[in-house]
């Protein structure tokens, strides 16, 4: 999985330099970086501190976009803190939603429509995800079935 995500980061990168994402190309490379330390098992505490402070250095020193410039900044980061705060798939999939919206927003202000559209469909899928997992809907089905013993 992760193979396939640096493959998509890599082509999301290209996009972001030529349509003058800068921020959002650190924001990716940064995380081709962190994903290829995944798969190796290299990756630590430490080099995601690190990786996080050069991401949020260079980001905000090559920002051109102003506060729509930091939102995959903000994205990123907040991924990286849930991801290490909690094991919880329910958590994760918020998070995710809360990543694809900021990166909805830029992608339309570079015009980066590819990946707006993704990031729409992401969105969506994960809030499915979300829903038929929570415990409202395991509350609802475990009715459904106690109405249809009942009748």
Avoid at 5 to 33: E, W
Wanted: aromatic letters at 14%.
């Amino acid at each position: 999985m992760l193979t396939w995500q640096l493959s998509d980061y890599f082509f999301t990168m290209i996009a972001n330099c030529l349509l003058g994402g800068y921020t959002g190309a650190i924001s990716i490379s940064v995380s081709i970086i962190r994903n290829t330390l995944m798969i190796k098992n290299w990756d630590s505490i430490y080099s995601t501190i690190l990786l996080v402070i050069i991401q949020v250095s260079a980001g905000t020193y090559f920002n051109n976009l102003g506060l729509i410039g930091l939102l995959p900044l903000i994205s990123s980061v907040s991924y990286t803190i849930v991801s290490f705060a909690t094991d919880k798939v329910q958590w994760l999939r918020w998070v995710t939603v809360e990543n694809m919206i900021l990166w909805a927003f830029y992608d339309f202000t570079i015009k980066a429509y590819p990946a707006l559209i993704m990031d729409v469909f992401i969105t969506i899928t994960t809030l499915i995800a979300i829903a038929k997992y929570s415990s409202f809907g395991k509350k609802k089905k475990s009715m459904n079935n106690i109405h249809a013993l009942l009748y």
